[in-house]
């Protein structure tokens, strides 16, 4: 293995243990009539950051289904990822009210200062992914910026770029 | 239910008709319909089949029961506004490449766009051009001709009970396809080619290999030789506007010689000595017990069916090839040289009602001197179209017969086509070596009760019985193997065929769209059959020839060399790994199955344990362990792959001391 490959998967892979573990739980509590496989996938989903291929096909022998189906439902939801995210995932609002406080353009800032495009949202090292959603409930504050859960408000470009910049620094002196 | 009902203003009774559908075709109203197939669950989604019901407006009638009482109008001006839209919307993003498109002529989509006329698109087309797959030796996919119907889906579940295809994502960009969007060469597709029977268009289509065919036709230094197989003979004709089910042997042979072949042989010949084989092989095991109950291995899509799913039972299929592999073998190893040719300089062509046959001829076990047994397998459907490119006049033909000495049969022999055929064969010729008297008349079969597409019977011998089954399609084989595994039901030989009644409705054969045509074809088999003059192989005067000449007696060493295999098991999703433990600088590498078979047997336990191993000795940085699937080994799992070591049968007991040799003693 390079060692350009290993950097590039080595924050998914350092928990690859537990994150197997918990799948197998998982799946051990989901078991008898009333299983559900979306319910499966949204906590695999938790537990990995997306869902990779070979853990649908894992998750498919062993609940005995086709692994069509269960690519197919895993490709019906648009909550559930089949590409690799990053580290952090950069989630701006782009809700009615977020937009009109151009949200857009602290997307756009956030695009040109790490080189990202539609189609390739994710930087090179893992370490971000950019996405939009509809409005997240907190009007209040737009436009609205999430990083792993934790929430900016009335977030403007500059700001925006400055957190991931200290985000991405952080990172390499832990490294 | 019963009542009447109304169908544009034609009173009609209800006689326990699935579905409105039904009762309209039956009122001579040929409604258009995309998602409705004759044998599979109602899925209701292309709305074609739409009419108008006095109270209940405008209803979907491949999918609404029929009621007493109920109006229908099949055709109001809304309804031909709601079709035609429904076409356009499905026309614009089609590939609408009809002049070189393979379905052309028997396309449901093509067909529907001429009868409403249309000729103008109103939409755009939203979607680029899809690659088309063909890396299976069986199909070939093309995503541009689908119109989302899921014909394909419900059969290969409902019928194959396997699942290869499914619909994935949505709205706009909805496409129906293998897991992952992977190839049917990829995954656990069997290439049993019903989904191309249910298919309304060309996205699914036949894999040619007629040009393969042609070169070799033209080429001075080959002699080309074909065999056909049974089913192919009942089903021809029907290319040429013949009856379902009408034999047309006589008319086939004689388009073969005019298409150039040289030699034309009958694969029932073939299905004799399987019979022969076949027999010799399960009488063994039955005396002895062993490996029992004994599967059928005529059907190459049952074959790797159970090389993907269930590798327990590989032991047990009888080791016979299928008979046309039987017969290339005999040519090219003992023919070509009597006739003092190498195997190259032969060009064995098969003409077969199946697509899995395709594949079969691939496996890399099947050559003689690096020659492929068989060069090409082409489809029923497929020497059609070499007729009729030829300009030949099929129904003018004068009949014309096999070559001697492989194109001559038994009765069992050439029954082989149809679900309980193989089995009869093998009655027959066990009857009569044990007994040494002729059987007179065949066993019957009957149905088991609470098992679709399963019969049975029970042959007395001497003192005790032998109990034989026969099943057709996968998803009923899959509940038979259930019972079987439960001790429900019990059998000492188990007939297995993949297409629905077996060969006759191979995805190979000219399409069908009812029940009807099949019991027909079915029906001109065991006619066929009692057309012959002798019943039991043995009696197959070429057949005595070919074991005095080259292979000694059934279940001799040459006859096991030439005529029999083995089976491997396969892999169903060819995939990545799970990381587990993710060294930094890893030194030794540990994968271990988490596949079906694996999985069952305990491999999880197994990583469970070599994770805290790992962590224990404080290897985490130097020892790399993934989770994999399937490392083809399924029979003698959990497997477990060491630095590129294969591990079978790895249990948690064993596993310190295998830790401690090859990974601690190896770091140190
Ligand atoms: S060929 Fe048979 S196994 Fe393969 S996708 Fe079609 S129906 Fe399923
Ligand atoms: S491939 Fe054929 S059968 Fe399958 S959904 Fe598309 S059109 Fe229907
Ligand atoms: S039943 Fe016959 S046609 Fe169908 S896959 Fe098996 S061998 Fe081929
Ligand atoms: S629109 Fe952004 S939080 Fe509502
Ligand atoms: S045939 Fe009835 S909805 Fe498709
Ligand atoms: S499941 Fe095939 S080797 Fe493990």
């Known amino acids: ?175 | 239910m019963s009542g009447t009902i109304t169908i544009d203003q034609k009173q009609l009774p209800i006689n326990g008709e699935d579905n409105l559908l039904e009762l309209i075709r039956k009122a001579s109203v040929d409604l258009p319909a995309f998602c409705y197939h004759f044998e599979l669950s109602d899925f209701g989604a292309c709305r074609m089949c739409i009419v108008e019901e006095e109270k209940m407006g405008f209803i979907a009638s491949c999918s609404t029961p029929p009621a007493d009482g109920m109006v229908i109008r099949t055709t109001t001006p809304r309804l031909q506004r709601m079709r035609r839209t429904i076409l356009e919307l499905l026309l614009a993003d089609h590939d609408r490449d009809c002049t070189i498109c393979e379905r052309s002529g028997q396309c449901r989509l093509q067909e529907l766009t001429l009868r409403f006329g249309i000729d103008n698109i109103r939409f755009g087309k939203d979607i680029e051009a899809l690659p088309r797959d063909e890396l299976s030796a069986s199909l070939v996919r093309d995503p541009n001709k689908c119109v989302l119907c899921g014909n394909c889906v419900r059969n290969c579940s409902e019928i194959q009970g396997i699942g290869v295809l499914d619909f994935a994502y949505r709205g706009a960009r909805v496409r129906v396809m293998p897991a992952f969007g992977k190839s049917l060469a990829e995954v656990e597709c069997v290439g049993c080619g019903q989904c191309i029977q249910a298919c309304p268009t060309a996205a699914l289509t036949i894999k040619f290999e007629i040009d393969s065919v042609w070169a070799a036709l033209s080429d001075p230094h080959k002699r080309v030789i074909v065999q056909t197989a049974p089913a192919v003979r009942v089903a021809l004709g029907e290319e040429f506007a013949g009856k379902a089910g009408a034999i047309s042997t006589g008319k086939m042979v004689a388009a073969l010689r005019r298409l150039g072949f040289h030699e034309v042989y009958d694969t029932c010949f073939a299905a004799d000595l399987t019979a022969m084989e076949e027999t010799a092989e399960f009488l063994h095991r039955f005396e002895k017990g062993e490996n029992l109950p004994q599967f059928t291995s005529c059907c190459p899509a049952w074959v790797k069916y159970a090389e993907h799913f269930h590798s327990e039972l590989l032991d047990q299929l009888s080791t016979c090839r299928s008979p046309h592999q039987m017969l290339g073998a005999l040519l090219k190893k003992f023919y070509a040289r009597e006739q003092g040719l190498s195997p190259q300089d032969i060009f064995v062509v098969s003409v077969m009602p199946c697509t899995a046959k395709k594949f079969e001829a691939k496996r890399p076990e099947f050559t003689t001197e690096g020659s492929p047994d068989v060069d090409a397998v082409i489809s029923t459907h497929e020497l059609a179209r070499m007729i009729r490119e030829m300009g030949i006049v099929f129904e003018e033909l004068e009949d014309d017969s096999y070559d001697l000495p492989f194109g001559f049969a038994s009765g069992a022999g050439t029954i082989f086509g149809y679900s309980g055929g193989v089995s009869t064969a093998v009655i027959r010729t066990a009857i009569y070596k044990l007994s040494g008297k002729r059987p007179a008349v065949d066993f019957a079969f009957t149905p088991v009760e609470g098992f679709p597409n399963v019969n049975e019977t029970i042959v007395p011998v001497g003192d005790g019985a032998i109990r034989i089954a026969t099943v057709h399609t996968l998803g009923a084989a899959k509940k038979l193997i259930a019972a079987l595994r439960t001790g429900e039901l019990s059998y000492h030989l188990v007939e297995v065929m993949a297409c629905p009644g077996g060969c006759i409705s191979g995805g190979g054969q000219p399409l069908i769209s009812d029940a009807q045509a099949r019991h027909e074809r079915a029906q001109g088999m065991r006619g066929a059959d009692k057309l012959q003059q002798i019943r039991a192989p043995q009696d197959n005067l070429f057949i005595k020839e070919v074991y005095q000449r080259w292979l000694e007696q059934p279940g001799s060493d040459v006859a096991h060399r030439t005529l029999h295999t083995g089976y491997t098991s396969r892999r169903r999703v060819f995939g990545q790994f799970i990381p587990v433990v993710a060294a930094e600088r890893p030194v030794v590498d540990i994968k271990v199955c988490v596949g079906t078979s694996c999985h069952l047997r305990g491999s999880y336990g197994v990583i469970q344990e070599l994770a805290a191993l790992i962590e224990k000795q404080q290897l985490t940085d130097r020892v790399n362990l993934e989770a994999t699937f399937c490392l083809e080994q399924c029979d003698r799992g959990p497997s477990v792959v060491i630095d590129g070591h294969l591990l079978e049968g790895v249990s948690e007991e064993r596993l310190p001391a295998i830790f401690e040799e090859m990974v601690v003693k190896n770091l140190v």
Request: proline share 4%; aromatic share 8%.
């Open chain 1, 1 to 175: 293995m390079s060692t350009e490959q290993q950097i590039q998967v080595s924050p998914s892979r350092r928990n690859g243990q537990r994150q197997f573990f918990r799948l197998n739980e998982i799946i051990a509590e989901q078991t008898g009539a009333n299983r559900s496989l979306i319910a499966i996938l949204q906590a695999v989903q938790e537990e990995y950051r997306y869902l990779p291929e070979e853990v649908l096909t894992y998750i498919a022998t062993a609940l005995d289904l086709s692994p069509a189906t269960v690519f197919g439902v895993a490709t019906f939801f648009a909550q559930f990822s089949l590409e690799p995210k990053g580290h952090y995932l950069v989630t701006i609002c782009d809700g009615t009210a977020c937009h009109v406080k151009r949200s857009m353009s602290v997307y756009d800032a956030i695009c040109r200062k790490y080189d990202l495009t539609e189609g390739r949202l994710t930087t090179p090292d893992m370490l971000f992914t950019l996405e939009t959603v509809a409005c997240v409930g907190a009007c209040g504050l737009a436009p609205v910026m999430i990083i792993n859960g934790k929430t900016y408000g009335q977030i403007s470009p500059e700001a925006a770029v400055a957190i991931v910049d200290k985000l991405a620094n952080r990172e390499e002196k832990e490294e």
